[in-house]
């Protein structure tokens, strides 16, 4: 079977996965206890904080610091670039590593990354630690998404991260407005305190990949030939990854312009920041809209239509920045990044269950938004304006779509 079709089965039979639990049967999965799914659920939570906040911390960056537009992409592209490069070590290290100790690694390099970046402001020094705290982060977060993934539902799992994350985001941006520069890096240094006395709750093993597929229905996996089955290539995982990375160009590009943007085009920012706060709150609703059409409909389609909607999103501030269109854009963007990240995170898990190639999916959220920003830096510095940086998103999230599209025809011409 092409790797195109294997993927697809994957993405298609996810529901069935989860609802069988393809996974190690809930009394011997340890990720699947209360303790260690509430901690990897708050720890993503406190991984992706700047993440999130990023059009206020940008905002920030320029009011109380001095720093231009283009400095505010790059700074904002090592932070994530430091992500990335904690999450692909996390990868590498996390069958060989204890996942509590990488996590105390992490938790160590954001502390002391944040508490000096208090004491130095300049540019240079603040790129640099922003790098070194993304990359405790990326220790972090990858560990958290690990064990998330370690469910035995992880479709459900992530759904209920993705939920959580709205809630935080929507306070994280009703927050961090208010507080000083010192401020913001004593909160994120707080998040990470207060995690320290858990981390021994994190379970250390990996689930029990031979319990899974002793478990599974046959539905749950991608069928070979008449009546064989055998555990899918890793070639699986790793596709979804290269589509996450790409999906998280648009969503970096932008997450961290759309509030300059909307002031460039004369838009009150004090208003701006108020509807990209409260359009946050419709993650919620994609949420619940995922889980309903999950139930009931198979991967393809929806996901295919979803991206659609997103390219329409962004692009139309190509066009034109209006109090209209930002409104419509920034509502549809909340709604639809949550959608396509429960489908993509689900994918990959079930994909892949020894935790490798969940680990990484900070790390391809990292290295897509770092790749946002830094374009974005380029092309302002170029003077192609905000409306070029709207037309890369739509390009991402295009390239995205075109990447799902070959999938799903090379599946239905191979069903054929």
């Given at each position: 079977?092409?790797?195109?079709?294997?993927?697809?089965?994957?993405?298609r039979s996810e529901r069935y996965v989860t609802d069988s639990s393809i996974a190690t049967p809930p009394h011997t999965n340890p990720f699947d206890a209360r303790g260690p799914f509430l901690l990897s659920l708050f720890m993503t939570l406190v991984g992706y904080s700047v993440l999130v906040a990023l059009p206020a911390i940008n905002g920030a960056w320029v009011d109380q610091l001095g720093f231009s537009e283009v400095e505010v992409n790059r700074v904002a592209s090592a932070d994530l670039l430091g992500l990335f490069i904690g999450a692909v070590l996390t990868s590498a290290l996390i069958s060989r590593w204890s996942r509590q100790r990488l996590t105390y690694l992490g938790i160590a390099l954001a502390i002391i990354a944040n508490a000096?970046?208090?004491?130095?402001?300049?540019?240079?020094?603040t790129?640099?630690?922003?790098?070194?705290?993304?990359?405790?982060?990326g220790f972090y977060t990858a560990v958290a998404v690990a064990?998330?993934?370690?469910?035995?539902?992880?479709?459900?799992a992530f759904n209920w991260m993705l939920l959580a994350f709205a809630i935080s985001q929507f306070l994280e941006l009703q927050l961090i407005p208010h507080l000083s520069m010192n401020g913001i890096y004593v909160f994120f240094i707080a998040t990470y305190v207060v995690t320290l006395p858990f981390v021994g709750m994190i379970p250390n093993t990996s689930p029990s990949i031979e319990s899974a597929e002793a478990t599974s229905s046959p539905a749950a996996a991608p069928q070979i030939a008449d009546g064989e089955t055998k555990e899918p290539p890793s070639m699986l995982a790793w596709v979804g990854i290269a589509a996450i990375v790409i999906a998280y160009v648009n969503i970096g590009a932008y997450w961290s312009n759309i509030e300059l943007a909307a002031e460039s085009a004369g838009l009150d920012g004090d208003w701006a920041a108020q509807i990209i706060a409260w359009c946050v709150l419709l993650s919620f609703v994609g949420c619940f809209t995922a889980m309903w059409v999950l139930k009931r409909f198979d991967y393809?389609?929806?996901?295919?239509?979803?991206?659609v909607l997103m390219v329409v999103a962004v692009?139309?501030?190509?066009?034109?920045?209006?109090?209209?269109?930002?409104?419509?854009?920034?509502?549809?963007?909340?709604?639809?990044?949550?959608?396509?990240?429960?489908?993509?995170?689900?994918?990959?898990?079930?994909?892949?269950?020894?935790?490798s190639a969940v680990a990484f999916i900070p790390g391809a959220q990292g290295l897509g938004q770092t790749?946002?920003?830094?374009?974005?830096?380029?092309?302002?510095?170029?003077g192609w304006g905000f409306d070029g940086v709207f037309?890369?998103?739509a390009i991402a999230s295009a390239a995205a779509l075109l990447i799902y599209m070959f999938i799903y025809l090379k599946f239905r011409h191979a069903a054929n």
């Open positions: 079977m092409p790797p195109a079709r294997y993927l697809l089965a994957s993405l000096l970046c208090t004491q130095y402001v300049d540019y240079e020094t790129l640099a630690l922003r790098l070194i705290a993304g990359l405790g982060s064990g998330l993934g370690a469910h035995s539902k992880p479709r459900e393809d389609k929806p996901l295919l239509f979803t991206f692009g139309l501030l190509a066009v034109q920045v209006t109090a209209a269109l930002f409104v419509f854009s920034v509502a549809m963007f909340n709604f639809l990044w949550i959608f396509i990240d429960v489908y993509q995170m689900g994918g990959v898990s079930v994909a892949d269950r020894s935790g790749m946002g920003p830094f374009a974005a830096s380029v092309m302002l510095d170029l037309i890369l998103c």
